[in-house]
């Protein structure tokens, strides 16, 4: 799969249920997802593997993720972005 | 065009809690069902219903399904069908009943019963003191409650195609439904689902709006599959608003913020609810409230660089007020306004939230139609439950806690219909290629590689347009207006072209077919909206303030082919308790 067709696939994964959800990974996909390492990567797709509910908890500061490297992803996609 | 196929009895399109209750339902009855949803099923936005489910269980306060029927009715402004209602009211302790043995953890009670808290526009006795009639899993129901009807069906053996987007529904020339055309998004590949009956369970339409508290996937694709089908919508001017999202973003801020003595600015810094409710003040009702605040950005008083949002202040409180009593609120706008309002002020505009009207249905999920023999003539096959459908339980104001209570009971009650059905006609029809090839037309549509408009600056143009002229303010002129920039809109539409046409995950393309839904029901919408003429649940109109029984307790019917308004009556007669007469809502 192409680069340009990953981005894609990612970007239908980061359609939820829930428009926080929507805004905050789409936000990140477009703005920070090209700086991460290939681990980073893979972190990011365990992340959005997960069920709807947890990622709010996680999103919205609530809670941390035990996998640290999805832990990381979480901060990133907290970080307030470039302007 | 020959197109691979796969048969099914029945194709359920939308794997939201109100699809996967009817799917499960039919695969316990060992029929063959297909589910359709464009994204996971788990991903549907039924994981956002926090609030809970009501039913008159009686478990903290005394409740019958009686007070909950009046409280439904009056909470519809009169406009929904009493038949419908006391079906749902009565059914409901029968479905949570049912959640609660396929493991959705409500929150308890001490003594082990549901535990139900008390929410709006709850009543004892037919509109006396507070009642408690919603049961909840903490404030994650809704997920609760789509995980496990999804594991449900999984052991069921319910065949699911995840990420296959519906693209038009399939009928003969007598008008029976025969299945629809998909598309697996993966790799772009269409597919023909012929099934003997269709269920249409594809949720609201909350993108319509700018402003909206809705997920993306929310642009009504079933309500514009029926409409392309030749079957009216009914009751679209009904949009539920709520005063106070995030500006520009759209999330909910709660009542509560209020409540607990936060207060709105104006770009002036003029606490200006004194001005439009003198007692209330910032506590008024969601549709004051909102109009209020339409008013001040219409009339240049709005806040920030495009004075285009109001200001909702409640630093006053202090740091641990707001850490104590909204720390919900806190995490959610700091998340994403990189602010902390225990310290600065939130934007805020009114949101859009919730569409009561939809696909015309009767109290057994059938979809019906004004035809020769009167005005609810079932269509053959096809089946519509939840946000999309208009059954009408929900009139022109939903009741929190109906929601989810709507998609249960009529999932469920348009899945019973659908296997006595299933009995009587045992073979397919044969498939319709005519149906089809239209079918495909609307996909290769998007082929063409040149155009004058994008799909992105239209959607954009088009959420602007319904929220200013069919947003919380209303009159002849502003929807006049609304009406032509709409067909202008969809005009410009034909002139719209993607860049990206490779077959896999083209996300591209799937959201110039989001968009032609949108640009159907926005039409829907604002045509509805302008026609009529009164005030009443969520439509209000500043020129026709008062609610007119006389002329319009009937329900509206928007029909696609030249744009026509047609009318049926409310059904008043309930199905075996006297007709709750209309009186003055006051709460």
């Known amino acids: 799969m192409g680069a340009a067709t990953e981005i894609n696939r990612l970007r239908w994964q980061c359609r939820r249920g829930m428009r926080e959800l929507d805004l905050l990974l789409l936000q990140f996909l477009d703005s920070g997802y090209a700086d991460l390492d290939a681990n980073a990567t893979l972190a990011f797709n365990r992340l959005l593997d997960c069920p709807d509910a947890l990622l709010l908890e996680w999103l919205l500061g609530r809670q941390l993720p035990s996998d640290k490297e999805v832990a990381d992803v979480v901060q990133r996609i907290r970080r307030r972005p470039a302007a | 065009m020959s197109l691979p196929r796969r048969k099914f009895d029945t194709l359920i399109i939308g794997a939201g809690g109100g699809g996967l209750r009817a799917a499960l339902q039919l695969s316990q009855a060992e029929a063959r069902v297909a589910v359709v949803s464009k994204v996971f099923p788990t991903r549907s936005h039924t994981v956002a219903a926090q609030g809970g489910v009501n039913a008159a269980l009686a478990n903290v306060l005394p409740d019958n399904w009686h007070w909950h029927m009046f409280d439904t009715v009056k909470g519809s402004d009169y406009l929904g069908d009493q038949d419908a209602i006391e079906y749902m009211c009565r059914a409901a302790p029968r479905v949570v009943y049912e959640l609660e043995h396929m493991g959705v953890p409500f929150s308890r009670l001490d003594n082990g019963k549901i535990y139900q808290r008390a929410f709006g526009g709850q009543s004892r006795n037919f509109g006396g003191d507070q009642a408690a009639r919603t049961c909840a899993a903490a404030d994650r129901t809704g997920h609760a409650i789509l995980h496990s009807l ?56 909350g993108q319509l709006f700018r402003t909206n508290t809705n997920a993306l996937i929310n642009t009504g694709d079933g309500m514009a599959m029926a409409l392309r089908a030749g079957i009216p919508l009914q009751d679209m001017e009904f949009f539920q608003f709520h005063p106070t999202g995030i500006a520009g973003k759209g999330m909910l801020i709660t009542e509560g913020v209020r409540g607990e003595g936060g207060y709105l600015l104006n770009g002036e810094g003029e606490r200006f609810m004194e001005r439009y409710a003198p007692k209330a003040k910032d506590l008024a009702s969601r549709d004051v409230v909102s109009r209020a605040i339409y008013t001040e950005v219409r009339e240049g008083r709005g806040c920030g660089p495009d004075k285009d949002h109001v200001l909702l202040k409640l630093d006053h409180l202090g740091v641990d007020v707001v850490a104590k009593r909204l720390p919900g609120i806190r995490e959610t706008v700091k998340t994403f306004l990189y602010l902390d309002p225990a310290e600065t002020p939130i934007p805020v505009y009114p949101t859009a939230h919730y ?38 339980v929900h009139g022109a104001n939903r009741l929190g806690g109906n929601s989810l209570l709507d998609i249960l009971v009529f999932g469920r009650a348009a899945a019973n219909h659908i296997i006595g059905e299933l009995k009587q006609n045992r073979y397919h029809r044969p498939m319709n290629d005519d149906s089809v090839d239209q079918a495909m037309a609307r996909l290769s549509r998007w082929d063409r590689r040149d155009g004058s408009e994008t799909v992105d600056g239209l959607k954009r143009e088009l959420q602007t347009v319904m929220e200013q002229h069919c947003g919380v303010f209303r009159n002849e002129e502003i929807l006049k207006e609304g009406v032509a920039k709409v067909v202008e809109l969809e005009a410009r539409m034909q002139g719209a072209y993607i860049k990206d046409h490779s077959k896999v995950f083209n996300t591209a393309r799937i959201e110039a077919l989001e968009l032609e839904n949108l640009m159907d029901i926005a039409l829907a919408t604002v045509c509805s909206a302008l026609e009529r003429r009164e005030s009443r649940g969520a439509h209000s109109r500043v020129d026709h303030p008062e609610r007119d029984d006389v002329h319009w307790m009937r329900h509206s019917l928007f029909h696609k082919d030249g744009r026509r308004m047609d009318y049926k009556p409310v059904r008043i007669k309930p199905i075996s308790v006297e007709p709750f007469p209309p009186k003055k809502r006051v709460y």
């Open chain 2, 150 to 205: 999804y594991q449900q069906n999984i052991r069921a053996r319910t065949h699911f195609f995840d990420e296959f987007f519906a693209i038009d529904l399939l009928r003969d020339p007598e008008g029976n439904v025969l299945g629809a055309l998909v598309l697996e998004i993966a790799t772009g590949e269409p597919l023909v689902i012929e099934a003997k009956t269709v269920l249409l369970a594809t949720g609201g339409a």
């Open chain 2, 355 to 392: 569409t009561m009207g939809g696909i015309p249905t009767n109290r057994h999920g059938q979809v019906v139609v004004p035809e020769h023999n009167g005005p609810e003539e079932p269509v053959l096959g096809l089946y519509a439950a939840g946000e999309c459908a208009c059954v009408s």
